[in-house]
T-cell receptor, first 114, second 113 residues
Framework: AQKITQTQPGMFVQEKEAVTLDCTYDTSDPSYGLFWYKQPSSGEMIFLIYQGSYDQQNATEGRYSLNFQKARKSANLVISASQLGDSAMYFCAMREGSASKIIFGSGTRLSIRP | DTAVSQTPKYLVTQMGNDKSIKCEQNLGHDTMYWYKQDSKKFLKIMFSYNNKELIINETVPNRFSPKSPDKAHLNLHINSLELGDSAVYFC????????????FGPGTRLTVT
């Protein structure tokens, strides 16, 4: 079974609009962590944001915020005021328990239109 | 200064050859990883080392052998290369395992002809 599901293979958004990238996860471990990474066309993987399962508040990092809904097992990434440079692949990922292993979703390709 | 570096960036080779990819991190991290990203962009962990000790070994053909001479280096050696090995290989490191974010190298694009 898929542990991390990203249902949007691709998205187009107008510049300056906010965008939400969906991510749902599946785990029975009460302790887990959720990550979002960005992969621009140049290929590098860039860490964006982290949410721990016991964190009381949604994580935020600049224009990035993570909409964490534990009961729904969703961890959507919200990018406010999108910019052309936000065009990239975005990956949601999860760590279960204290394991070092991170499992990645299939990614969403985000394209920002000028 | 580059935090996680990999060499080479591109590697083109023929089936049956043996090749190595080197990875170094200067972040003082304890844990290092190798990932494979296929042509559909799917990213999957292959190996992880913590302080030179192998802690994750996914279902990877034994033609792939990681080696960690010290905690700042994690190399990947691949024997008898096959067409299906063509992919982008990423090295990553984290302060420790678990909740700490992983910092990725620039990737090595391996093409087997």
């Amino acid at each position: 079974a898929q542990k991390i599901t990203q249902t949007q293979p691709g998205m187009f958004v107008q510049e300056k609009e906010a965008v939400t990238l969906d991510c749902t996860y599946d785990t029975s471990d009460p302790s887990y962590g959720l990550f979002w990474y960005k992969q621009p066309s140049s290929g590098e993987m860039i860490f964006l944001i982290y949410q721990g399962s016991y964190d009381q508040q949604n994580a935020t990092e600049g224009r990035y915020s993570l909409n964490f809904q534990k009961a729904r097992k969703s961890a959507n990434l919200v990018i406010s005021a999108s910019q052309l440079g936000d065009s990239a692949m975005y990956f949601c990922a999860m760590r279960e328990g204290s394991a070092s292993k991170i499992i990645f979703g299939s990614g969403t390709r985000l394209s920002i239109r000028p | 200064d580059t935090a996680v570096s990999q060499t080479p960036k591109y590697l083109v080779t023929q089936m049956g050859n043996d090749k190595s990819i080197k990875c170094e991190q200067n972040l003082g991290h304890d844990t290092m990883y190798w990932y494979k990203q296929d042509s559909k962009k799917f990213l999957k962990i292959m190996f992880s080392y913590n302080n030179k000790e192998l802690i994750i070994n996914e279902t990877v053909p034994n033609r792939f052998s990681p080696k960690s001479p010290d905690k700042a280096h994690l190399n990947l050696h691949i024997n008898s290369l096959e067409l299906g090995d063509s992919a982008v290989y990423f090295c990553a490191s984290s302060l420790k395992g678990g909740s700490y974010e992983q910092y990725f190298g620039p990737g090595t694009r391996l093409t087997v002809t």
